[in-house]
Each structure stands twice: as C-alpha cells, then as structure tokens.
C-alpha cells in the first residue's frame, strides 16, 4: 500500500489549499478513504472521510463547512479542497485507508501564518 500525499504548503489566513494523494497497491475504488491531521504537540484527529463511491462525506466539526473531500477513482486520486483556512489548521495533514490512521502516508504539511 502507497499513499502519497501533496499540496501543501504555506497559506495566509483566510486562503484555499487542495490536497491531493495518489494511492496504489490496494484496490483504491472499494475502499473508504479518510483524511487525518496532527497538529503540533497533539494527536491525529480524524478530519473527513468519504465512501469509496464517492456519495457518502462526513467531516469533523472543526472542518465542516470549510473542506470538501472527494476522490477520483479512475486516478486512484483522494483530495481535500480546504477553504477559509486558520492558524487552528496548520498541522500534517495524512490520507488514509482507516479512520484511525493506521494505514497512512507520509503526510503534507500545512502551515497558516501570516
């Protein structure tokens, strides 16, 4: 299992970032996938996930409103459009093939600072 996460970055408050993480070795189009973040000094906190159709998306309430999850099965492709961004989201942000991250990539640092 490869999950290879991108798009992060520095951000000012307010800004948009989008996500991306390209998974292979599983069959990518079965599987639920999810987003988690740790941010400095805390633990993961699971942040969305969404069927592996693509029709079912939850969001912790620290996001909701603000991210969208999606993903694109015929590239394998998970992604999250984040929105209104705050220093409150700067952390790794993991995609993963659980909920708790177990299975997880190496992470794409976000960083909101002005």
């Known amino acids: 299992v490869q999950l290879q996460a991108s798009g992060g970055g520095l951000v000012q408050p307010g800004g948009s970032l989008r996500l991306s993480c390209v998974a292979s070795?599983?069959?990518?189009?079965?599987?639920?996938m999810y987003w988690l973040r740790q941010a400095p000094g805390k633990g993961l906190e699971l942040i969305s996930g969404i069927s592996s159709a693509g029709t079912t998306r939850h969001y912790a309430d620290s996001v909701k409103g603000r991210f969208t999850i999606s993903r694109d099965n015929v590239k394998n492709t998970l992604y999250l459009q984040m929105d209104s961004l705050g220093s409150e989201d700067t952390a790794v942000y993991y995609c993963a093939q659980d909920d708790r991250g177990d299975v997880r990539g190496q992470g794409t640092q976000v960083t909101v600072s002005s």
């Open positions: 070795g599983f069959n990518f189009r079965f599987t639920p």
